[in-house]
């Protein structure tokens, strides 16, 4: 039997998986599946707000000899369809290395260690920055580019997460997203937007 | 959880001239890694409704297709890499909670029932058809005020608030009933006969690589035509 391929978010002191099968994976100012609540918040003039950061990873069960080379892509219109004013620093980001995978080691076995934290942040106002100095991701923060806007990462320039390989049962690295939210972003309900996961499978 | 769905299969013949197919007579299936032999040529075959029936009692997910045959001659000593590529699209889809149909997320009517979500008032005890729709806008200052929007352009709201003066943001909907309005104004109750969510679904295609040219092959059915 082909695959069977599943993306996972990450929640909790543990970061436990939960399938974002059939949901919707939104941004939110708490490290819990929000459901409608505890929404991101345009701040005051002067302050800059973050969602919490989310974790994801995919999940990938089946027969295949090799599972190799797995990228994440956007259209690249977060910022503009979202009203996060990249012209004033808003936008979606997604954490970087400076060498080697993207992506995130949430697993001893398969990654060779667990570097997972906890999103963290004052519930229902703001998250941590990834790049924060002292409250951003510990595996990203003292990179030296840290972030990188996710509208960069397009079809033909994705971001590597995860070059494996695998032969068996497994579940990636991760990829940490955070939104960036300038006082001049627009207030509102969001249209749900996709991103892509490729895999190269044997 | 997403799986490919495979509409063509690829067939190695072998120098010697003997095939092997991506999947067997009985459906079930080989990767494109269990076979690292030299290679004569490639082909990429539609899927029959009767290969598609036997692959799915393995478990996998296939529709019979007429996609074009596509054939490619490796020549002796050629460098040869073929392997497939997966991609899972997270997307937003509307669902049918009647029907279970899967449609356009900007699309608010079920296209295969015409279910809908329907405004209900207790008072008549019916569903109200052209309810009486404020739309609220806020600030960050949570500051409201209520605008009109007419019924059509009603799913904009979050857009057309975005355009209007100041930095207003769509924050509900209040509906009341046009037959109560008259005498004793009441809300009414949204009943929800359709949702929205995310698909999960897996597109595939295959790199193929003979010496110098490389060609992708898709596995994709495509909704739109193609232009002669």
Redesign the interface.
């Known amino acids: 039997?082909?695959?069977?391929?599943?993306?996972y978010r990450l929640y909790g002191a543990g970061g436990t998986k939960y399938?974002?099968?059939?949901?919707?994976?939104r941004f939110c100012t708490q490290d819990s599946d929000p459901g409608l609540n505890n929404p991101c918040?345009?701040?005051?003039t002067g302050e800059v707000y973050y969602s919490y950061r989310v974790t994801d990873c995919?999940g990938i069960t089946?027969?295949?000899?090799?599972v190799r080379d797995i990228y994440i892509h956007c259209d690249g219109n977060f910022a503009s369809e979202w009203?996060l004013d990249a012209g004033n620093g808003g936008g979606l980001f997604v954490g970087v290395r400076d060498a080697g995978d993207h992506g995130l080691p949430i697993d001893v076995v398969l990654h060779g260690s667990n570097q997972y934290a906890q999103a963290g942040g004052t519930p229902g106002t703001t998250g941590h920055s990834i790049d924060d100095s002292s409250n951003g991701h510990p595996y990203y923060k003292d990179e030296t580019e840290k972030v990188r806007n996710f509208d960069l990462c397009l079809a033909n320039s994705p971001l590597l997460i995860d070059s494996g390989p695998y032969t068996d049962d497994f579940y990636s690295k991760a990829w940490v997203l955070s939104l960036k939210i300038v006082p001049t972003a627009?207030?509102?309900?969001?249209?749900?937007?996709?991103?892509?996961?490729?895999?190269?499978?044997? | 959880m997403a799986q490919p769905t495979f509409r063509r299969q690829w067939v190695l013949i072998r120098p010697d001239g003997t095939a092997m197919p991506q999947f067997e007579d009985d459906g079930s299936d080989h990767q494109t890694g269990d076979y690292e032999g030299p290679v004569a040529q490639i082909l990429f075959l539609p899927i029959s409704p009767e290969l598609a029936e036997k692959i799915k009692s393995h478990g996998d997910v296939a529709e019979a297709s007429n996609l074009k045959p596509l054939e490619f001659e490796v020549p002796p000593g050629a460098e040869f890499k073929f392997s497939r590529f997966g991609m899972l699209r997270l997307d937003p889809v509307s669902y049918c909670g009647f029907c279970g149909a899967v449609y356009d997320y900007e699309v608010d009517e079920c296209p295969r029932c015409l279910a809908k979500n329907q405004w209900y008032c207790g008072k008549c005890d019916a569903l109200q058809k052209k309810p009486i729709l404020d739309t609220i806008l806020a600030t960050p200052e949570k500051e409201q005020k209520i605008i009109k929007i007419v019924p059509h352009l009603q799913k904009w709201a979050w857009r057309i608030a975005e355009n209007l003066p100041g930095k207003w943001g769509f924050y509900s909907i209040q509906a009341r009933c046009p037959e109560c309005e008259k005498t004793d104004p009441r809300g009414l109750k949204l009943v929800e006969c359709t949702g929205k969510m995310q698909s999960e679904e897996i597109f595939t295609y295959y790199d193929l690589q003979i010496g110098s040219e490389r060609h992708r092959i898709l596995d994709y059915k495509l909704n739109k035509t193609i232009a002669d």
């Open positions: 039997m082909a695959e069977v391929a599943t993306i399938s974002l099968a059939g949901k919707t994976g918040k345009v701040p005051p995919i089946g027969d295949f000899n090799q009203g627009t207030y509102g309900a969001k249209t749900p937007k996709s991103v892509i996961v490729t895999y190269n499978i044997f």
